[in-house]
């Protein structure tokens, strides 16, 4: 029997911006397995019914128990919100960890912050998935959310720190930098891209930027560990997509900081 | 037997964009009924499969020929480049006109243009389909393509002419603009927004905007007179979506205009 510390890691999103978690991952792990899954075919979530994205999420999550993966990482936001304990119930034994449970502890545990700003797209921000969390940790905590609809497409089109990405921001962040945050949660995967310019475009530099990719790598590290099931002997990264493996490969240097080895198309049902 | 002037006009669309070519096709035509449907449970169409976009097109179509429409407008740039001959064929004695087919005859129907240039979403450009509708029309014309993904988002956030929106067509017309084109069709149904601000950017003050939205309309207008199918008497608007109307329904304002007047969901298959 192969032993389970030397089995990938799964990561799951329904498209490319959960690449900048599979990037943490490897940053705060790098002799470990990952097998990534990216949803190309039915990209976004975020404009689909509950029902349907559970059923995708279900999917994704059985496609990655057949290839024998010891976690799961949820990397999607919209996933997190609405499928999380589904995922939990089809996994068994397999940890699951997501990425709006990662950031909310990593903001939650910073010491005296009661206002919490969270970015994210519009599905995420309606969803009040990160307040919730948020609230169920301590209720008292005030949390200023701020939908960021075009800072998605412009990951991907890689304007990163140009100009318009700078207005952009500016537009965005300029009066939420008024409401008093103490740190701002990057409520999306695709957000890490701009964690470099944000702080230079926020008044307020002293506002912590929580990075949810990071803090779901650490999360991993730190459940792995627990379990006694760090692999020190690995480092291969897998991926496989829905639809446009060509697509995928180029974008995903501006995500992963360098191009996947190889990406394989695979259709779920 | 219903008089087939008064039965109305339909519009479809992968989503909101094709609501742009509504409001042309109301400027033309004030008086008549006009059924527009968005597939915003789908959208984007651009990433999918041809096969899928036309099983999503056939039902669109069909879904129309029951509301009994006398002409179906494809507003839609993907669905044009992948469907119309299915769609011709599926509507029998309704006329099919489609956004490609109209902006290309507006664009080389202009005197001496021997230098055309093209924006559009990334598939659009990819599918060559304008390359391909202007060279069957006339193979010495050159035609500049730039695929512009960030006008899209744009647009629907409602930035047209501020800062972002200039900076970011700066970043896509500036070399474009060097080319010598001398007209410009603007090859997705959301870029109608920007047609006030585009002339603003482009160095060259002489190069024509072909607004396809405006092409389709005007088309519509002469197949209906040429069949003696003009209705004098109409005006009614008619929206149906397949998922989310509440956020159809704010966006509209920006593509239309005004608000519709209501807007039904309905499920195909």
Known sequence: MQDLKNTPIGIFDSGIGGLTVAKAVIDALPTEDIIYFGDTARVPYGIKSEETVRTY??????????????????????VSASAKEQIIKA???????????????????????????VIGTLATVNSLAYVEAIHTFDPTINVEQKACPLL???????????EVAKQTLHFYLDDFDDSGIQSLILGCTH????????PKILKNS???????????????????AELDLLNT????????VSDRPQRFHEVAERFLGRRPNGVEVVVLD
């Open 206 to 224: 002293d506002i912590e930027i929580i990075d949810s990719a990071e803090s779901i790598a650490e999360s991993a590290k730190a459940k792995l």
């Open 191 to 198: 957000y890490p891209l701009f964690k470099e310019v944000i």
């Open 233 to 240: 002997s690995g480092g291969n990264f897998q991926c496989f």
């Open 152 to 162: 998605v497409p412009l990951a991907e089109e890689g304007w990163i720190d140009n």
């Open 91 to 117: 996994a068994g034994d397999v940890p699951v960890l997501d990425v709006i449970t990662a950031g909310t502890n990593n903001a939650v545990s910073l010491p005296n912050h009661k206002n919490i700003g």
């Open 57 to 78: 999420a279900l999917q994704i999550t059985n496609f990655l128990l057949k290839q024998g993966v010891k976690m799961i990482l949820i990397a999607c936001n919209t």
